[in-house]
């Protein structure tokens, strides 16, 4: 098993529409948790962090579920400029971060 | 601040050559990460440096793979010899303790 899993998707969804994508995470003692995002061509960069009491960051939020090891990310009012992958991503500390594959958003005008 | 720097940023090579990639991380960054990414595998870590040294290289894929870093500001990672199954974006990143990391904008390799 992965340690962090993901809907591959791809999302296909309407400008202004929200969208959810989901993470499940196996190690138990991992301690942060991060959304990147990927566009096509181009490197990772990080959106957020996670924390426990769930976060907000404009039409941004994000989730975290420790007792199910579950991470989320709620994008409102989807734009075009949203389109991209999505990592999911945790930490165990002063270890590497560990990726997940990714989902895919396309946000169609 | 300039980011993480690789090169080159395209690299085209024929089976059996020699490949070196380059990575300049962010000054003052005491930890670099080297990976590789593929539409069917994702983002997989190859090997990382703490402070210059190697901590973990168990993802090299084989004899064929090594990593260096002289120092605080440079690493290379070397492919020798190339094969086909090595065409993949490899992405250099860079950070302090366990603060955000960076990502350098990649080399993509195509073997021939």
């Known amino acids: 098993r992965k340690e962090v899993e993901q809907d591959p998707g791809p999302f296909n969804v309407p400008e202004g529409a929200t969208v959810a994508f989901n993470c499940t995470y196996s190690n138990s003692a991992s301690q942060s948790f991060f959304w990147y995002r990927q566009d096509c061509r181009k490197e990772p960069k990080l959106l957020m962090s996670?924390?426990?009491s769930g976060n907000e960051d404009g039409r941004f939020t994000a989730q975290l579920n420790r007792a199910s090891q579950y991470i989320s990310l709620l994008i409102r009012d989807s734009k075009l400029s949203d389109s991209a992958t999505y990592l999911c991503v945790v930490n165990r500390g002063n270890t590497p971060l560990v990726f997940g594959k990714g989902t895919r958003l396309s946000v169609i005008a | 601040d300039a980011g993480v720097i690789q090169s080159p940023r395209h690299e085209v090579t024929e089976m059996g050559q020699e490949v070196t990639l380059r990575c300049k991380p962010i000054s003052g960054h005491d930890y670099l990460f080297w990976y590789r990414q593929t539409m069917m595998r994702g983002l997989e870590l190859l090997i990382y440096?703490?402070?210059?040294?190697?901590?973990?290289d168990s993802g090299m894929p084989e004899d064929r793979f090594s990593a260096k870093m002289p120092n605080a500001s440079f690493s290379t990672l070397k492919i020798q010899p190339s094969e086909p199954r090595d065409s993949a974006v490899y992405f250099c990143?860079?950070?302090?303790?366990?603060?955000?990391?960076?990502f350098g904008p990649g080399t993509r390799l195509t073997v021939l």
């Open positions: 990143a860079s950070r302090i303790k366990i603060d955000t990391q960076y």
């Open positions: 440096f703490n402070n210059n040294v190697p901590i973990d």
């Open positions: 996670v924390y426990s």
